[in-house]
């Protein structure tokens, strides 16, 4: 069983810039880490995730030019950047993982070993 803990999320103006991490329990390359966003009142949305040890990431179109997803093996710790962050942005953040066959994918049914949270506002 993977616990994942998640943090850096902040309050921060439209335009700002944040980063959020991801930090394992344990560590695999034949997964994914995908990361997520739910505001009230709204489905849980992936956000971007990586495959472990290869580096290959994906992204919602809706954050793709200004979200970055990174990995550090030796830490144990998958990042998510985020850059000209807007309103609408915002959002309790989490992370999960997903086995290697479902890679590729940003449905939250795919993933599990769901972290706490942590919450990102951005205001206009």
């Known amino acids: 069983q993977v616990e994942l803990v998640e943090s850096g999320g902040d309050s921060v103006q439209a335009g700002g810039s944040l980063r959020l991490s991801c930090s394992a329990s344990t560590y695999a390359d034949n997964r994914c880490v995908g990361w997520f966003r739910q505001a009230p009142g709204k489905g849980r949305e992936g956000v971007a995730g990586?495959?472990?040890?290869?580096?290959?990431?994906f992204y919602a179109d809706s954050v793709k030019g200004r979200f970055t997803i990174t990995e550090d093996s030796a830490e144990k710790t998958v990042y998510l950047g985020m850059d000209s962050l807007k309103p609408e942005d915002t959002a309790m953040y989490y992370c999960?993982?997903?086995?290697?066959?479902?890679?590729?994918?940003?449905?939250?049914?795919?993933?599990?070993?769901w972290g706490q949270g942590t919450q990102v506002t951005v205001s206009s």
């Open positions: 990586i495959y472990l040890g290869g580096g290959k990431s």
């Open positions: 999960a993982t997903s086995g290697f066959y479902y890679c590729g994918s940003l449905g939250s049914n795919l993933y599990e070993n």
